[in-house]
């Protein structure tokens, strides 16, 4: 897809509303980074990294200054809980594509429960708490994949078993083909396989690329643990 038609171009700090450097999440190094240089975006971009390192901050910001509710759903979802995101939202600037979709959907594993509840309230989706967590996960992303633009995902693996994981990266891979952007923050491997992706690697160093799928560190320490589970699992004893 051309830049010019994507949903999300670009995302830098607005020069309007700075945020203090000082300030949580800035003080992450993958923060200062993007509020520093901004941040290109292609079609598919996959965020990886250890706990903490921003990759769920840097998603949910995104859903925020897009648009987006920032405990999932839709651009024109209402509900919420309890506000725990950040402030980064409201510091960033995005790049538009001229004439791109307008249209998003935000997916975290950390708020679905919510969302489905909020789902069943207004009649979409189904009676989703009456299915397995992974599957109603599924049967959402499927039935509004009808939403072409910017696909935003956060530890969509929480909720998945390998070949859900396989099956979501199907979806996943519809979408693209269908002209939507796709931007998702993962541990696991089999998503990071994303084909066409942009990999992202985020942690104190800040956000660097990696040109390989094999070079991902997240890669290369599952091959390690599973050529050799013992080395890992010798020090419980």
């Known amino acids: ?13 607005h020069p309007s509303a700075p ?23 292609g079609q598919i971009t996959v965020l990886t990294g250890e706990n903490g390192a921003g990759k769920s901050t840097v998603v949910e910001a995104l859903a925020g200054a897009f648009g987006m509710n920032a405990e999932g759903g839709g651009t024109g979802a209402m509900h919420s809980t309890r506000i725990t995101e950040s402030p980064l939202a409201d510091h960033l600037q995005l790049v538009r594509g001229a ?19 909020y789902y069943e309230e207004i009649g979409v989706g ?21 939403i072409r633009g ?3 995902l956060d530890e969509p693996e929480s909720a998945l078993s390998l070949s859900g994981c396989l099956a979501l990266l199907g979806l996943l891979n519809d979408l693209a083909a269908g002209g939507s952007q796709i931007i998702l923050s993962t ?3 089999i998503l990071a396989a994303l084909p066409g992706a ?9 956000i660097r690329e990696v040109a390989e799928y094999d070079d991902l560190d997240l890669v290369r320490t599952w ?14 004893d």
């Open 1 to 13: 897809m051309e830049g010019t038609l994507l949903p999300l171009r670009e995302v830098r700090m």
């Open 19 to 41: 945020m203090d450097l000082e300030e949580w999440p800035a003080t992450l190094a993958p923060i200062r980074q993007l509020l520093a240089e901004g941040l290109q975006l």
């Open 99 to 117: 004439g791109a979709s307008k249209k998003g959907f935000f997916l975290r594993a950390e708020t679905a429960h919510s969302l489905f509840t």
């Open 126 to 146: 189904g009676m989703m708490h009456e299915r397995s967590h992974g599957e109603s996960f599924l049967a959402l992303v499927e039935e509004r994949s009808r």
């Open 150 to 152: 910017l696909w935003l």
């Open 187 to 189: 541990h696991s491997p």
């Open 198 to 206: 942009r990999l992202l690697e985020l942690g104190d160093w800040g």
């Open 223 to 236: 091959r390690t643990f599973l050529d050799s589970p013992q080395r890992f699992l010798r020090h419980l």
